[in-house]
């Protein structure tokens, strides 16, 4: 060990930064390395039991009836497949969403003070998933929904549950998608992950991506209900300027002093029509329309409301055809007397700017394929902000596949740092009894954008409890781009 590595040691735990250690600064750190090792170890001997236990099952690996029984044994209950991009096939070994991913050795890796990680061009990548083989020939049901950006709320999705009868080997992708031919595509696509939930608990979520913006996970699971919570972080998503666009006119009178919709409104409602018809029939259900309404007004549609709608509007198959949707929006306009303040309230709340572009959501389609099930439902459950409730999700996975690294001013801080192919993530864990005000400074990184408008963001993480700090993605995936956080 050289004088700069004890050095470094010193300055760590030297808590009143006099450059000395004195009885209780040395007693703190023979404590928490004490604590460390403790848990290192444990980890080593909870890793060697996991092989002896796949070593029993290798055998039988290949059947479904072995992999039911060596889910049940990991931590999770459900198995991930290895999404590291060294592994070209997902067909290997599957591993625990909380399992140690330590290589060829039992014993762990040092945790840096900070993390430094490069990456290559996202551009330069494999151009295509890892898709199961014969994936097509599976069970299949697909859906789609929309990240939706809310001044107050942050980023609003719909989100899913996903049935499947029996357990199965399944493909679950999601990317974004064009609603009408027209719209613009940006440079490079806005991030569409996903997160698998079973009884509140975190089963799996997307890491893989192609170079279209697809992601997607494979894992094999159990019969049940789960739920699916798509994600985006906001790194290319976000609220753009609106002061500069000229504002659409939504409504006219005619001749006879009657109003009526302009030709350029009409084209948005027939582009919130397809935002809204999430099973892609050509037709919104009373469940669609009710989303719709959820995202326009906060409130569900009531029965009385819903007979008036069937009174009113052109039906099919008891379903709002686009004509009897458009007829709705003339209703709304009509009853306003040319007041466009309520139709704005529903096109801004769907991502269209002023001057009537959609550049303030990104629609999606998820994709579910099952490989032993013959029958598999995926139904809209809700539509709702990406909160604590799924951020707390996101703190999970990063713990579980990212590295850490206790802060160097406070001893009770714990910096988890997620790092992809395509995202990073850097979680804050406060260990204390009370709440802290964390620094993280990853103005060190090259070529990344974030979800925050600095790279060296200040949040406050409560006691005992866990916060993401920041998202990072290559601001251009044609080059290079480096994570430097501490």
Not at 73 to 90: G, H, I, T, W, Y
Not at 169 to 175: A, E, K, L, P, S
Request: a negative charge; proline letters at 3%; aromatic letters at 6%.
């Amino acid at each position: 060990m050289s004088k700069n590595d004890v050095q470094n040691i010193i300055d760590d735990v030297d808590d009143n930064r006099d450059g000395r250690l004195d009885y209780r600064e040395f007693c703190n750190m023979m404590i928490s390395t004490a604590e460390d090792c403790k848990k290192l170890s444990y980890k080593v001997m909870e890793k060697k039991e996991r092989r002896k236990q796949r070593r029993g099952n290798t055998d039988d690996n290949r059947s479904l009836s072995s992999r039911r029984e060596s889910q049940l044994k990991s931590v999770s209950q459900v198995s991930l497949r290895s999404n590291k991009s060294d592994q070209a096939s997902l067909s290997g070994s599957r591993q625990s969403l909380l399992s140690i991913d330590q290589g060829p050795h039992d014993y762990p890796k040092a945790s840096p003070r900070g993390r430094r990680d490069t990456k290559p061009a996202v551009s330069s990548r494999s151009s295509k998933l890892a898709e199961p083989r014969n994936f097509r020939e599976w069970t299949h049901t697909r859906s789609n929904g929309c990240f939706f950006l809310d001044q107050e709320e942050g980023i609003v999705s719909h989100k899913y549950q996903m049935y499947l009868p029996t357990a199965s080997n399944v493909w679950i992708t999601i990317h974004p998608i064009k609603i009408i031919e027209s719209a613009p595509v940006p440079e490079f696509p806005i991030d569409t992950a996903l997160f698998v939930l079973k009884n509140k608990k975190l089963i799996t979520f997307t890491e893989q991506r192609d170079s279209k913006g697809k992601y997607g996970v494979r894992a094999d699971l159990e019969a049940g209900k789960y739920t699916i919570l798509p994600f985006s972080t906001g790194c290319r998503l976000k609220v753009s300027n609106h002061r500069n666009k000229q504002e659409a006119k939504l409504v006219k009178t005619d001749r006879d002093d009657k109003v009526v919709i302009t030709k350029a409104f009409r084209r948005a409602i027939e582009e919130l029509f397809q935002l809204s018809d999430l099973d892609g029939n050509g037709l919104l259900s009373r469940q669609e329309f009710n989303m719709f309404n959820l995202r326009s007004s906060g409130e569900e549609v009531a029965d009385d409301e819903w007979n008036v709608v069937e009174e009113n509007v052109e039906l099919e198959d008891g379903e709002i055809t686009k004509k009897g949707f458009i007829r709705l929006n003339e209703m709304e306009a009509e009853d306003n007397g040319g007041d466009a303040e309520d139709l704005w309230v529903t096109l801004t709340s769907h991502g269209f700017n002023k001057n009537l572009e959609l550049d303030q959501a990104c629609p999606y389609r998820i994709d579910v394929y099952g490989e032993e099930c013959d029958d598999i439902e995926l139904k809209v459950t809700g539509i709702e902000p990406s909160s604590d409730n799924l951020n707390d999700y996101v703190c999970q996975s990063v713990i579980a596949k990212g590295e850490s690294a206790t802060s160097k001013d406070k001893r009770d801080i714990v910096l988890h740092t997620y790092i992809g192919d395509t995202r990073a993530t850097v979680v804050a864990e406060n260990k204390s009894r009370s709440p802290v005000k964390v620094n993280v400074d990853c103005s060190s990184s090259r070529n990344c954008s974030s979800n925050t408008d600095t790279l060296e963001p200040t949040i406050t993480v409560p006691a005992n409890s866990t916060a993401i700090a920041l998202h990072l993605m290559p601001e251009d995936e044609r080059s290079e781009w480096c994570v430097k956080c501490e």
